[in-house]
């Protein structure tokens, strides 16, 4: 088993930033990708970014070049740096550990991009 906490989501004005931090604890095997998540009211949930053991990143074209995604594999953290923050970015995001066809979840944390 994998638990994930997340931490630093919060109220953020139309271009500001936030970082979000997860960090993983358990059973945790390499290789494992890491990634965040977010949900929209009435929307589907969507991958905004991944990224690998290797440190191979992946990012949803909406937040190209204003979010970056990194990890710290001693710490068993990942990030989600965040900037340039727009409205359509309010969503509670989710960080989710993934290891072949094993899943974890953290509990989501909510970010409200709003004037």
């Known amino acids: 088993q994998v638990q994930l906490v997340e931490s630093g989501g919060g109220l953020v004005q139309p271009g500001g930033s936030l970082r979000l931090s997860c960090a993983a604890s358990g059973s945790i095997l390499n290789p494992y990708t890491m990634g965040w998540y977010r949900q929209a009211p009435g929307k589907q949930r969507e991958l905004v970014a991944s990224i690998s053991s290797s440190g191979t990143t992946n990012y949803v074209d909406s937040v190209k070049g204003r979010f970056t995604i990194s990890r710290d594999n001693p710490k068993k953290t990942v990030y989600l740096q965040m900037n340039s923050l727009k409205p359509d970015d309010t969503a509670v995001y989710y960080c989710?550990?993934?290891?072949?066809?094993?899943?974890?979840w953290g509990q989501g944390t909510q970010v409200t991009v709003s004037s």
């Open positions: 989710n550990y993934r290891r072949w066809a094993y899943d974890a």
